[in-house]
């Protein structure tokens, strides 16, 4: 099924660059108009009522979130967005489960992000999410087969690897059962005090109560024991004892 898009950007060149390999890559998707700022971006929006915007993170008029903004209630259609962030800032685009690309864009991750356009929802509460963390806020959105979970970072108990998917523990002893691997997680938690201490868990060492080091156990704040591998213990102890 074919999806109506527009591009927003600031760069003429990256507009046509995108459109020749949504052309080659991406046949499905059909775009009805362009744009190159915010003021004109809302206009073609408005006019266009496209399915899809390609849309650029900072322009010289403003920023894509400034326009999605200023649009409100009425952001009806998907996202990818299109930076040029950098680490940091990209962290938190993956934080809210937000597609995007990075300049110069890649054809194969643009084929990826377009693919998975319909698993997205929540967009309102996943921009909201990303406007909070890039002010210092600690959220993740967390994607289910069904739906998208927004969770506190500092609720996280833990998470456990299973198969394809990651068992997250909370603070309120409830658990979610969400569609990603665990090495996503461990990259993302990593430096908020999370660590990979066994293949298959990853713990928040703000919930450890204490080492059995006969048993290779970390006893959790919840009651929960889970298993230390031995590779992993010099690191678990360096963390532990330098909190």
Known sequence: MSKSAIIIDDELKSIIA??????????FVEIIGQATSVSSGIEAIKTLKPQLVFLDVEMADG????????????????????????????????????????????????????????????????????????????????????EFFVVEIEDILRCEANGNYTIFFLRDQKSLLISKTLKEFDDLLNEL??????????????????YLPKDSMVVMKDGACVELSRRKKEVFLEQLFNQ
């Open 18 to 27: 995108l459109r020749t390999m949504l052309e080659h890559h991406c046949p």
């Open 63 to 146: 920023n894509g979130f400034d326009l999605l903004e200023k649009l409100g209630e009425n952001v009806s259609f998907e996202v990818i967005f299109i930076t040029a962030f950098d680490h940091y800032a990209l962290k938190a685009f993956r934080f809210c489960a937000l597609d995007y690309l990075l300049k110069p864009v890649d054809p194969d991750l643009l084929k990826e992000a377009v693919n998975k356009l319909q698993q997205q929802s929540s967009f309102p509460e996943k921009i909201k999410t990303l406007q909070n963390n890039l002010n210092g806020q600690k959220k993740i959105v967390l994607p289910s087969k069904e």
């Open 193 to 210: 005090n999370f660590v990979r201490i066994h293949k298959s868990h990853l713990v928040n060492m703000k919930f450890v109560e204490r």
